[in-house]
């Protein structure tokens, strides 16, 4: 297996407030415009005919990501505001363009994990359990993975090429309250948690041919936009310190586990990198180090692929570029 590291390509570059890439696989891409909702578009590759256009209902946003086939496509609005919030998950026929709703149980929280046609998210049950689902896009089977009694709830999912990992968090809104993390194979079996550097405060994960890399950080802890991450190769091993992480990062892809880092300079100027580490490797690569003051967003990816966008803020006009990287 190569460790050479790979080339990006630029792929879409606008203005800040034009149309930015949520992904694209072999057929179709999908961008998001810069309006308050987040209208949605899936065009295809080739004709350049646009096959959705979702706009979100009065009050909802749109959420990432959008987890896309050749043939399907699901999109999540939410409603944060207001005395009644929602969650609403649609499936497009990307050959008819029209959306139905999946015959799914309900999504409960915000996130939802996805790795190409798997998915991943949070459901509550008939006994007001939160559950893990995982779910296929092509047919939409399911299965629960885990359920925890309110008020506990799962949540945090991120799907590898054979593995969920998910946080589970244990009395909320209390001093006892406890975040850990936890992994599932895609194939069957009980999920198993990973064992903590520190005591009840894992964030999220990712996990790949039984290695995990996870980030922690506390309530107390006074930057939660940035946390200590860990690896262990297997369940028994040691864990070993990655460093810091910006939080929320992490994510699995082909043979890679990914994570973005931030520093910041004395006169405050932000820089970015990209790392990626495999089980076997003796320590991280950097994948990609960015220019001082060039913001990135969370990775996302399809079909091997790496997708990533740049924001040149400083410039004038200010401009988003998304890159990728096959890996």
């Known amino acids: 297996m190569s460790t050479a590291l790979p080339t990006w390509a630029n792929v879409l570059r606008q203005p800040v407030d034009g149309q930015h890439l949520v992904t694209q696989q072999g057929r179709y891409v999908v961008t998001r415009g810069s309006d308050e909702a987040g209208t949605t578009t899936i065009t295809d590759r080739t004709s350049k005919k646009v096959a959705v256009r979702h706009v979100p209902a009065t009050d909802f946003v749109a959420q990432s990501p959008v987890v896309i086939d050749d043939r399907y496509a699901l999109l999540e609005d939410i409603r944060s505001d207001g005395p009644d919030p929602q969650i609403k998950v649609l499936r497009y026929d ?20 996805a790795y190409d046609g798997t998915f991943a998210y949070s ?5 007001n359990r939160s559950c893990l689902i995982v779910a296929d896009l092509a047919n939409l089977k399911s299965r629960s993975i885990t359920c925890v009694a309110a008020p506990g709830y799962v949540a945090d999912p991120v799907v590898s090429a054979d593995t969920v990992t998910f946080s589970e968090i244990i009395a909320p809104e209390t001093s006892r309250r406890c975040k850990r993390v936890l992994t599932a194979p895609l194939t069957g079996g009980a999920a198993q948690p990973v064992p903590a550097a520190t005591n009840c405060i894992q964030w999220s994960g990712a996990t790949l041919k039984g290695a995990t890399v996870w ?4 309530a107390a802890d006074p930057d939660q936009y940035q946390s200590k ?12 310190p990655l460093g810091t992480v910006v939080t ?4 699995a892809c082909g043979n890679w586990i990914l994570w973005e880092t931030r520093t910041v300079s004395p006169t405050g100027a932000e820089t970015y990198q990209i790392n990626r580490w495999r089980p076997g490797l003796a320590k991280p690569q950097v994948m990609y180090g960015g220019k001082p003051g060039v913001a990135l967003t969370p990775m996302t990816c399809q079909n091997n692929t790496i997708y990533v966008e740049a924001a040149y803020l400083a410039t004038t006009p200010a401009y988003t570029e998304t890159i990728s990287a096959a890996l």
Do not use: H, M, Q
């Open 94 to 113: 990307l050959t008819t363009g029209k959306a139905s709703t999946p015959a799914i149980p309900p999504v409960s929280e915000p996130e939802i994990g």
């Open 123 to 127: 459901s509550t049950d008939a006994k």
């Open 229 to 240: 991450a860990y690896v262990r190769e297997s369940g028994d091993s040691p864990a070993r």
């Open 248 to 251: 929320d990062t992490i994510l």
């Open 215 to 218: 980030s922690e950080v506390s």
